[in-house]
Nanobody, 120 residues
Framework: VQLQASGGGLVQVGGSLRLSCAAS????????MGWYRQAPGKQRELVAT???????NYAESAQGRFTISRDNAKNTVYLQMNALKPEDTAVYYC???????????????WGQGTQVTVSS
């Protein structure tokens, strides 16, 4: 199972971006999914998570500006980011936990990351 993230790019302050992350391979189920980010010289931090029942959790920095959602039929998680700020500049990584793959193994999977740059 692999996660493929897309949707990053360069945007001006106040702009919007929508990130997508799709799981490929044989997947029977996925538990919580989430987005994390890592800015240069900083540790990776939580942005938002969403359970399979669509219960969401946000970092304080994302609250009110970002919206996480998922399409269970497509094994895809999204992050709508509005009112972007320069401090949102980072590599954004998606994560899927409790992934039951084609061999009935439970795995935690990370995507490859997508760069988001907010210019002032």
């Amino acid at each position: 199972v692999q996660l493929q993230a897309s949707g990053g790019g360069l945007v001006q302050v106040g702009g919007s971006l929508r990130l997508s992350c799709a799981a490929s391979g044989t997947v029977f189920s996925i538990g919580p999914m989430g987005w994390y980010r890592q800015a240069p010289g900083k540790q990776r931090e939580l942005v938002a998570t969403i359970t399979s029942l669509r219960v969401t959790n946000y970092a304080e920095s994302a609250q009110g500006r970002f919206t996480i959602s998922r399409d269970n039929a497509k094994n895809t998680v999204y992050l709508q980011m509005n009112a972007l700020k320069p401090e949102d500049t980072a590599v954004y990584y998606c994560n899927a936990d409790s992934v039951i793959d084609g061999n009935f193994r439970r795995r935690n999977v990370w995507g490859q990351g997508t760069q988001v740059t907010v210019s002032s």
